[in-house]
């Protein structure tokens, strides 16, 4: 079977532990791979490794973010979203044009800079809206799913648990998270609902196919893996 596509990988320079935590945490949960460095020195080294995309606190130690994003331009094209307290235009201003490609002032929503994260990678990723493991290929942006060129009709609970999967591929997920990361914590169901769920996946994306993409973890739950 082919490889699934890598997911991105997001840089967080950010000297707030608890700030670069909840960022890890929230990328993580939309299926990226998250570096993090607490300083300007150490972000910068991190950043010349060309990851696919760069979070920039402004204000840091050993090196302040301008500085970082400044060096980061002159030898890399990586998005780099700048992160600030200064609200001021003149403060966005600058950071525009030290080469950040974009800039948010905290407090921030983090609904916000996630969909902000979207946005510059697709810029930069023009199939990024692409999720695909082996032949199965899912196109968020027409919202429609094929294997081997086939187009497969899935209902929004279907599409929305495939989503889920490839989104966080190669990671076993209970029941009760995959429960909670679909139909959500404040849905009045039950658990069980995820079996019923796999089954009718399994039936629509699996069956005819040699290669079967959705595993069961006896005890522990389901993946699709590389």
Known sequence: MEKCERPFRVLV?????AISR?????????GYTV????????GLERALKE???VILDLMLPRMDGAEVCKRVRAKSRVPIIMLTAKDRVSDRVAG???????YLTKPFATEELLAR???RLRERHPASNLLSCGDLVMDRDRHEVTRSSKSISLTAKEYSLLEYLLLHRNKVHSRDELFNGVWGSDFLGNS???????????GK???GFDDKLITTVRGVGYTIKD
């Open 192 to 202: 069980n609902l995820i079996d019923v769920y796999i089954r009718y996946l399994r």
């Open 51 to 53: 990851p696919d995309l």
């Open 96 to 102: 525009l044009d030290l080469g950040a490609d974009d």
């Open 22 to 30: 909840v960022l890890q945490l929230e990328l993580e949960h939309e």
């Open 35 to 42: 570096e993090s460095a607490r300083d300007g020195l150490g």
């Open 205 to 207: 994306i699996d069956d």
């Open 13 to 17: 320079i950010e000297d707030d532990a």
């Open 117 to 119: 994260v979207r946005a």
